[in-house]
Every structure is written in structure tokens, then in C-alpha cells.
């Protein structure tokens, strides 16, 4: 392992002004999206959308410094036949690779969930890096309801994303630590950052255990959010101030960048969370963004499967690009959205 190497690369996936596409959906969740718009998931739509957004040269070269692939795209061929993963690296954005394999049942926890895909995925590393994947992600879900997350649902899911952390970096592959905390339920946003916490600092302490070097990962984190169905919704600057007490509790200072999910909040909440921890630094580590909805959900609107639609499927795209981009530095301002709309 050139930790050195690993520690580049994770600092420049989290550096200031640019963050991550998550555009790594699986085979199922694209679907669920095309859906909305009305768009058969063939493998050709999958491709043309794909390549409409990594094509989109404004986004791609000042705003994304890497994007999350799903395995059929990192093999995938823009329609002039250019291998789609060349696209990104031609834009100076570096490619990474959603590595694990969705989640099952956990066993003796109902409703709970374990994430999966540990097994040869020592091997599958190695083709991805040969491919040139310089990153990876895995997301394990944590929901919150009655009587849950139970400590067994918490354990087994940060002892397996140490175990594909380990696996990253002995195979030079940038690990994305994604310990997700899901805002579907009604809890308050108190009730959430008690979990994350409890998440966050069992994560680590599985990391340390199995020797992963912090200085070459970045973590992907939800914020501390009120649930969606809770009567109670907090403030941006509530958001923004728990979430950076709770990461500043739990995120040691060697970890170079922490890159938010968007997990369900609008695309325009998602900035101004963002944008709002940025006045609250100076900060230990890179903070930036590694959305999928948050930054897709307007393109997919704009393009709705039609060719004649790219231009304006790449507009939408750099517009929110380089809105999170300016909350990744703490200048953006709501002003900016009604300039463009
Ligand atoms: P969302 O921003 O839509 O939550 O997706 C990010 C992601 O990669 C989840 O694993």
C-alpha cells in the first residue's frame, strides 16, 4: 500500500469548490428513476444518460472532482465508442466504483439490514483498479424506528465496511466509508444525532481494529436531520450546527474529507446544509458533497429521454454542480437559484 498515494487522491476527491456525482445507482434504483420520467431502463438509456452527464464539460471540469460508477458503467462504451470511465478521467475528475452488492435481511433483527459483497471482492478490486477506478463505495444502512437500530445491526455493518476499507487500500483503492443513517422515519432530528453518533464511533472503532489507515479514506455520512415524517422540522442552521458538533465528536482529524449523502432532502436543501457548515469553520477535515439525487434529480427532469434534451439535461446538471460546488466553499446563496430558474 502507497499510503501516500491513497492520501492524494482522497484529498483531492474532497477539495474545496468540487465534490463527488454519486451516479452509481444500481440496475433497480435506475429504474425507479427513468420510471418518474416517464423512460424505459434499457442499457442504451442507461448509457445515453451516463453520457450526457460526464460530457457535460462545465460540470465535469470545475465541479466534480470524482464520480461514483456502477459496474455496468465502468465497462460501459459512450456511443462513439470511447470507454465512458476515459470521459471522466478526459475532464479531470477521478472515476471510483460502487463495490458492494445492495443489502439482505439481518438475521434475528427484524427489519434490520446487513450490507453484502465481501466475498471475492479482493479480485473484483483488482480488475477496477486495472479498469481505473482510483476509489471505491460501500453503503451500509442503519434505519431508525421503534426498537431499532439494535447494537448487533450497528456492529455487523461497520465491521464489514472496515473489512472492504482494509480490502480497498491494500488493493491502492480509495475507500468511501458510507455508514448510512436513513431520514425516512418521524424521529427528531435529536433522535438522529444520538444514532449517528452511536454509528459513526462504532465505524471507527471497527477501522482502527482492522488497521485502516484514516489518512487514505473519506467518510460519507448523512448530516443530523430531522426525519422526513417528523412534525418538526429543523432549521438549516440547526442542521448545519449539530451536524458539524457531531462529525467534530466523531471524525478524527487524520481523516482528509467527509463527503455528505443527500438521501432523500431536496436538491436545494441538500446546498444551503452544505453551504451552512461552511460558516462554521474553520474546519479538520475537506467537507463537500458526494450527492446522487441532490444533483440528478433536475437533469433527469430536463433530458426525460430525449435527445433533442441534452443540451438543456447538461445546463440543469451544471447548475446544481456549480451550486453545491460554491456551498462546498461557503459562498452560495439562494439568490443564485432564482437567477438561473
Ligand atoms: P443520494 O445523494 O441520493 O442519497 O445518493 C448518494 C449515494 O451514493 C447513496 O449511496
Known amino acids: 500500500m502507497n499510503l501516500t498515494e491513497l492520501n492524494r487522491i482522497a484529498t483531492a476527491m474532497v477539495v474545496s469548490g468540487k465534490g463527488i456525482l454519486a451516479a452509481d445507482e444500481s440496475s433497480g434504483t435506475i429504474k425507479k428513476r427513468f420510471d418518474a420520467i416517464g423512460v424505459d431502463s434499457t442499457e442504451d438509456n442507461r448509457r445515453d444518460y451516463r453520457e450526457m452527464l460526464f460530457r457535460s464539460r462545465e460540470a465535469m471540469s470545475q465541479y466534480i472532482s470524482g464520480v461514483i460508477l456502477y459496474d455496468e458503467t465502468i465497462w460501459q462504451d459512450a456511443k462513439d465508442g470511447t470507454p465512458l470511465i476515459r470521459l471522466i478521467e478526459q475532464s479531470g475528475a477521478i472515476p471510483g466504483i460502487k463495490v458492494d452488492e445492495g443489502t439482505q435481511a439481518l438475521p434475528m433483527c427484524p427489519g434490520e439490514l446487513v450490507t453484502v459483497g465481501l466475498d471475492k471482492l479482493a479480485e473484483r478490486l483488482k480488475k477496477y ?3 481505473g477506478a482510483r476509489f471505491a463505495k460501500w453503503r451500509a444502512v442503519i434505519d431508525i424506528g421503534s426498537g431499532i437500530p439494535s447494537m448487533t445491526a450497528i456492529s455487523v455493518n461497520a465491521h464489514a465496511l472496515a473489512r472492504y476499507a482494509a480490502l480497498c487500500q491494500a488493493a491502492q483503492i480509495v475507500p468511501i466509508v458510507e455508514p448510512e443513517v436513513l431520514m425516512d422515519g418521524d ?6 444525532y444520538e444514532v449517528t453518533t452511536r454509528v459513526l464511533n462504532k465505524t471507527f472503532q471497527e477501522l482502527r481494529v482492522q488497521r485502516v489507515a484514516l489518512e487514505g479514506m473519506v467518510l460519507k455520512p448523512n448530516m443530523a436531520i430531522s426525519g422526513k415524517k417528523c412534525a418538526k422540522q429543523a432549521s438549516v442552521e440547526e442542521v448545519a450546527e449539530k451536524t458539524i458538533r457531531l462529525l467534530r465528536a466523531c471524525v478524527p ?26 460558516k462554521l469553520g474553520p474546519l479538520p477535515w475537506g467537507l463537500t458533497f458526494s450527492y446522487g439525487r441532490a444533483l440528478q434529480a433536475a437533469p433527469q427532469k430536463a433530458w426525460s429521454g430525449k435527445a433533442e434534451n441534452v443540451a438543456a439535461g447538461q445546463t440543469a446538471f451544471s447548475h446544481r454542480a456549480r451550486m453545491n460546488g ?5 459562498e452560495w446563496q439562494s439568490s443564485l437559484e432564482k437567477k438561473a430558474a
Do not use: W
Request: proline share 2%; glycine share 10%; with cysteine.
Open 129 to 131: 483498479y486495472e479498469r
Open 187 to 192: 424521529h427528531d432530528i435529536d433522535r438522529c
Open 253 to 278: 482529524a487524520a481523516v482528509p474529507g467527509i463527503a455528505f449523502l443527500s438521501g432523500g432532502q431536496s436538491d436545494e436543501e441538500a446546498t444551503a446544509h452544505l453551504n451552512a457548515m461552511h
Open 326 to 330: 460554491l456551498a462546498s466553499k461557503g
